[in-house]
């Protein structure tokens, strides 16, 4: 038996050894796999184009440094693309740290989650993602160059990272929410990211292999595409968006612009508790309360140091005259939630809850009855 | 034996007929004849002078084995009848005397064995606590264990092993806390093999564990301090002659993680360096086999500006990284073997070429990459963080990098599973390997990866199975 | 005795629900949405009685149950009914052992693995099916507190994603999608009659069942809680997003820096997830051992183990959905049979003479 034993083991031992060193597993090497970091998908007529940003690692005599290439592939879904782009390049690509998806103006014409159903499908890809929409075509997109970091997935992960959703500037959404806002049929939003030619004396200009100047380009992502079963129906302003975000984020501080006596102020919102409660007579009413601290961060009109000192402190007036301002942004998302069907707010599953026999199907939000309450206070 | 010492001397020369056998021959006051025979080297000479010729010369009364016994009035006189016992006790250094007309050897403990000096052993160095070691011969070990028990509790069981080299083994334990059934099962494995000679411990150490492993079955130790501190939790030692290693049993896996200095320092900081000692050990061994598990299965347990920078890195390399880790690992292996043996005075040369070579000279030829340049130094010094396991850990860390790269992270973790299995079935004297962990003794929890304060350590481990279970009692002070 | 009270109790609490951990959850937010709490804790009920039947079965007898059948039945019959655990056992682990596939694929592998690493898990059952009763207690000793501090430390890491907007259940759901639920949930819950033929082979001291029953009802709480969790996370994806075990935690937001410690975690999980898969086929190949007491039975069985779920693994490892929908379609009457109606019935083997 013990003669056994150690035939077992010897046999286990060399089992093992054989595929060690034949390394024969179907495994794909570092050196031949392409790490996809961020995927840009336009619609080309019936099917897709897909462009993806891979980091490719180069050995330099200074330093290991690493660049970025884009490769394109045309196929008839998502998935058939990103295969041309292996049999292309002959790397295989990989999506494990892919954290960004671009839809193209072309890509949210239609419905949008026929381009991100295949995320969706791959265990491989991270369902954090970032999704966002731009303008224009995402390979364009994915090409640009931005002074802000060596990619455009870079850049783009800082100006939607969560510091930035803390300020409650930009809406950013993950594949997950994403997904789980369009199965729940609440509607869904993303970010619509908008390139910004960078003005002249702003920096030095890249200069690529040939020796022409490139342009850069600045991103900003405080405008938000609105959808509503899988079609894009609307945006929302800067100042929606930033209004949206104090009520969902759970902002840090935000900086919110109010005009009084033609001064112009700036002050930043922080604490903001965001309440909706439903009652049902005749029609069904929702109460949407909003309380926060706000803190006076800047204004246009000189003050003394006195009043300088006390920044904690807001005047009643300008206070008045804020709450008016969210009040008015409030309003105008809830006509563009009611316009477009795009229940961003999650009234529809509120009602549900609580009367579950009410239907809410299409054009519900337009039978409802909304009244805004917002108090702000000194901290 | 004759009573003619002429033909004695014959008897003995013809059994004994090396060189080194020497005789010396003397006479009493009143001419009887005396002969010394002694091997030359590990004989003290100037006391068998001073002892045994000069009162002998001397004496002048009548001849007889209790006169002569009288005459030399040393404490360690014995005498024997038998030849063998003779030619035993000359081979072991003791005179022995032979006097005309008695028909009895006198033998004469006059031994004296070249040995070193007690000093600090290489594999126990600390910093605070005793520095003494246990040296080659048993006699000296014995009595530095002897002084740390002042008890007649302290028992001392003498074999000889060994056809031809008849070395001498203590078994030492004390009587009352160790189990008796473990003393006699181990006197009776002991005897129950015979071998021709015992260089070293170790083979004593093999014959006490049955059964093979890559694991360590018996707990050894250079230092008295360790060695009576085992004995007066319940185990029983071994001290072998020729040998500075003595062993312990039963043994626990969680021995090797613990150092003397343990109890010398705080609780807190023993406790940190116990769980450092064991976290670093355990990445020693599974770290270059996560790195190449992770490169080939999932390159998600890499952070991504890490991976973009080994990814550059191991750009153009001829070599897959298993195959990279595992030719560095054995290149590493062969340094540290190599500066073991190589003689001092090119030890520093060659470590300069072994050092540039790896290190500089493959990842500049784009042979080697310099993470897993890291990762190799890393493991190797971690590794010694538990020195006595080393003979494990090594190959332990090579077979882990090959299941890793033939099967993966999942290979990692039924592997691991698989060891487990193996060893949670391991038990020696009564005492499982694993212990206290598998199977789980709560109260031998204070005592294990982390340290308690010594008024909380007043048991003795379940896990060795002592029969006196109270190691003190806290007496209140008026 | 070859288990002790805590070693029972750390099976009980640390290693029964770690199955209930990788498809469960998905199956269950696949019928019940987010009342999927309501057919877990209708079968963990279920199971707690009948662990309360086994346990005061051996609060009454120090017998194996082998021996109460014999005593009862006959030699033969009580071979028979061994024999046809054994096989039952077998069966019984099929599903949960190619869920695995789930998990490495999630958590373990990039791409889609070979088949040939299902054979590590291959050849450590038979090594461990080769091992004394006392192994399993053991390993739980050393396995239970590191995989229960890991999915400690994974249910933590994701407490800062979940969104209870979409959870708390009103009572709206029809019976019979409870039912279905729960028969399709059956296949994994299974392990009530594990303790059945750990009789005989462990002490009954004052307190066991209620200590056993406690682990038990402790490792239930830790699978609720689990569900609630892992719905608050996915909500309306849930169905999807199998191997729930190894997905709750990567939004934790230190992972973009650090890499994915949560994937670590999960290996440490793993340990113990792998031994609760092994104690079906332990207990089949102990049974068949009973049932045919040769020299070499133990080791024929365990190594026919080791290259059967090897070859099955390389054939229908694409097929697990398959698989499930026929176990859960067919195997409820037997499951039932084998896994609850017997052992709560095995109370009344003991012997009632004073």
Not at chain 2, 53 to 58: D, E, V
Request: proline share 4%; net charge neutral.
């Amino acid at each position: 038996m013990a003669k056994l034993k150690q035939l077992y083991f010897w046999l286990l031992f060399a089992f093992c050894a054989v595929f060690f060193f034949t390394n024969d597993f179907g495994i794909v090497e570092i050196q031949k796999t392409a790490i996809v970091l961020g995927v840009g998908i336009d619609r080309n007529g019936e099917g897709f184009s897909i462009t993806a940003q891979l980091a490719v690692p180069q050995k330099s005599e200074q330093k290991n440094s690493t660049d970025s290439v884009e490769v394109s592939g045309v196929g008839q879904t998502v998935g058939e693309a990103l295969t041309a782009i292996n049999s292309t390049t002959g790397w295989h690509p990989t999506l494990s740290f892919c954290n960004l998806v671009v839809l193209g103006e072309s890509a949210v014409e239609g419905e949008i989650y026929a381009g991100l159903e295949y995320f969706f499908r791959n265990e491989n890809v991270p369902d954090y993602a970032l999704v966002a929409t731009c303008e224009g075509s995402a390979k364009e997109f994915l090409s640009s160059k931005t002074p802000t970091a060596d990619m455009s997935t870079f850049a783009v992960e800082k100006i939607l990272s969560s510091e930035a959703k803390r300020s409650g500037v930009v809406l950013p959404l993950s594949l997950r929410e994403f997904s789980i806002d369009y199965f729940t049929e609440r509607g869904g939003y993303l970010p619509i990211i908008v390139k910004k030619e960078q003005e002249k004396g702003q920096g030095s200009k890249q200069t690529n292999e040939q020796g022409a100047q490139e342009t850069e380009y600045l991103f900003d992502a405080t405008k938000t595409a609105l959808f509503s079963r899988g079609q894009k129906k609307g945006e929302l302003s800067p100042m929606q968006t930033l209004t949206l975000g104090i009520m969902k984020n759970n902002v840090r501080i935000a900086a919110f612009p109010v005009t009084q006596n033609g001064i112009g102020y700036t002050l930043g919102v922080r604490r903001a508790k965001t309440s909706f409660s439903v009652e049902q007579g005749k029609r069904i009413k929702v109460k949407i309360s909003l309380s926060a601290s706000a803190i006076m961060l800047d204004s246009d009109a000189s003050h003394t140091v006195d009043d300088i000192s006390k920044t904690e402190l807001v005047e009643a007036p300008v206070l008045t005259e804020a709450e008016r301002a969210i009040t008015e942004q409030i309003s105008a998302l809830i006509d563009e939630t009611r316009r477009t069907d795009c229940d961003f707010f999650g009234i529809k599953n509120l009602v549900h809850k609580k009367f579950p026999r009410t239907d809410t199907g299409e054009g519900f939000l337009n039978e409802i009855d909304f009244s805004v309450s917002v108090k702000l206070k000194n901290p | 034996m004759k009573r003619s010492i002429s033909e004695n001397a014959m008897l003995i020369k013809r059994r004994m007929p090396s060189e080194d056998i020497l005789s010396f021959s003397f006479t009493t006051r009143n001419g009887t004849a005396c002969k010394l025979f002694y091997a030359d080297g590990i004989v003290d000479k100037e006391m068998m002078g001073r002892l045994v010729i000069t009162p002998l010369t001397a004496y002048g009364g009548t001849i007889g084995k209790a006169e002569i016994m009288e005459a030399i009035a040393f404490p360690e006189v014995k005498t024997a009848n038998r030849m063998e016992q003779l030619e035993k006790e000359i081979a072991e250094g003791n005179p022995v005397l032979f006097v005309d007309g008695i028909a009895t050897g006198f033998i004469v403990g006059t031994k004296k064995v070249p040995v070193r000096a007690i000093t600090e052993p290489q594999t126990g160095l600390v910093t605070k606590g005793p520095r003494a070691g246990f040296i080659e011969d048993v006699k000296t070990n014995m009595a530095q264990v002897r002084l740390r028990f002042k008890t007649g509790k302290l028992r001392f069981l003498n074999l000889k092993l060994g056809k031809q080299s008849q070395t001498n083994v203590a078994i030492c334990y004390l009587d009352g806390i160790a189990k008796e059934t473990v003393v006699r099962e181990i006197e009776e494995r002991l005897q129950s093999f015979e071998i021709d000679a015992i260089p070293d411990s170790s083979y004593v150490g093999r014959f006490l564990c049955q059964g093979q492993s890559l694991f360590k079955r018996i707990g050894t130790t250079e230092k008295p301090d360790v060695f009576a501190a085992r004995i007066a939790e319940g185990r029983v030692g071994v001290l072998v002659d020729g040998s500075p290693v003595a062993l312990t049993l039963p043994y626990l896996l969680l021995e090797d993680f613990q150092s003397a200095e343990d109890y010398f320092v705080n609780p807190v900081r023993a406790s940190f360096t116990r769980l450092l000692r064991f976290a670093v050990a355990t990445l020693a061994v599974l770290l270059p086999a996560l790195y190449v598990s992770a490169q080939l299965f999932k390159l998600q347990l890499i952070p991504l500006p890490l991976l973009l920078t080994i990814a550059s890195s191991i750009q153009g390399l001829p070599l897959s990284p298993s195959l990279e880790l595992f030719l560095t690992l054995t290149v590493l292996e062969l340094l540290m073997e190599a500066s073991v043996r190589m003689p001092k005075y090119v030890g520093l040369a060659l470590s300069v070429v072994g050092a540039l070579t790896l290190g500089d000279t493959a990842v500049n030829a784009g042979i080697l990459s310099t993470p897993a340049v890291i990762l190799v130094a890393f493991s190797g010094i971690a590794l010694y963080t538990v020195p006595d396991l080393v003979e494990t850990t090594s190959p332990l860390r090579l077979i882990a990098l090959i299941v890793a790269g033939s099967i993966g992270t999942y290979g990692i973790v039924t592997g691991a599973l698989f060891l487990l299995v193996a060893l949670v079935g391991e038990e020696q004297y009564g005492s499982p390997l694993l212990a206290p962990f598998s199977p789980m003794k709560a109260n031998d929890l204070k005592d294990s990866l982390v340290r308690a304060s010594l008024p909380a350590l007043d048991r003795r481990p379940r896990s060795i199975g002592s029969k006196n279970r109270i190691r003190f009692k806290e007496t209140t002070c008026n | 005795m070859q288990l002790s009270t805590r070693q029972l109790c750390f099976i009980a609490g640390g290693l029964f629900p770690l199955t209930k951990l990788v498809l469960l959850p998905s199956v269950l937010a696949y019928h019940m949405e987010s009342d999927l709490l309501f057919p877990a804790l209708f079968l963990f009920l279920i199971e707690g009685l009948v662990l309360f039947s086994v346990m005061h079965l051996s609060s009454k007898t120090d017998q194996t149950f082998y021996a109460l059948v014999e005593d009862r039945f006959g030699k033969v019959f009580a071979r028979i009914l061994f024999g046809v655990y054994g096989v039952y056992f077998l069966c019984s682990a099929i599903l949960p052992v190619f869920e695995q596939n789930l998990l490495l694929r999630s958590a373990f592998y990039d791409t889609i693995p070979s088949p040939v690493i299902f054979s590590s898990f291959a050849v450590l059952a038979g090594y461990f099916c080769m091992k004394p009763l006392r192994c399993l207690g053991r390993l739980s000793d050393v396995v239970v507190p590191i995989s229960s501090v890991s999915l400690a430390l994974l249910l933590v890491l994701s407490l800062g994603t979940i969104e209870t907007d979409g959870f708390f259940p009103f009572i709206d759901f029809k019976a019979n999608r409870l039912f279905t639920a729960s028969v399709r949930a059956l296949p994994r819950c299974l392990d009530c009659a594990y303790p059945l033929f750990f009789l005989g082979h462990f002490k009954h001291e004052k307190g066991t069942t209620w200590k056993v029953l406690l682990s038990f009802a402790v490792g239930c709480i830790v699978v609720l809680f689990f569900l609630f969790d892992f719905y608050c996370i996915f909500s309306v994806l849930s169905p999807r997003e199998s191997s729930a075990v190894s997905k709750i935690a990567r939004y934790f937001p230190a992972t973009a820096t650090i890499g994915r410690i949560d994937l670590i975690l999960t290996y440490l999980f793993s340990l113990g997830y792998v031994l609760a898969l092994m104690i079906p086929l332990y207990l089949a190949v102990s049974c068949i051992d009973v049932c045919l007491p040769f020299r070499y039975t133990r080791l024929i069985t365990s190594a026919a183990i080791t290259l059967g779920l090897f070859f099955l693994y390389t054939l229908l490892q694409s097929s697990l959905m398959g698989i499930d929908n026929l176990i859960g379609t067919y195997g409820f009457p037997v499951f039932l049979l084998f896994s609850f109606v017997i052992p709560s019935l095995s109370f009344f083997l003991r012997k009632t003479h004073g």
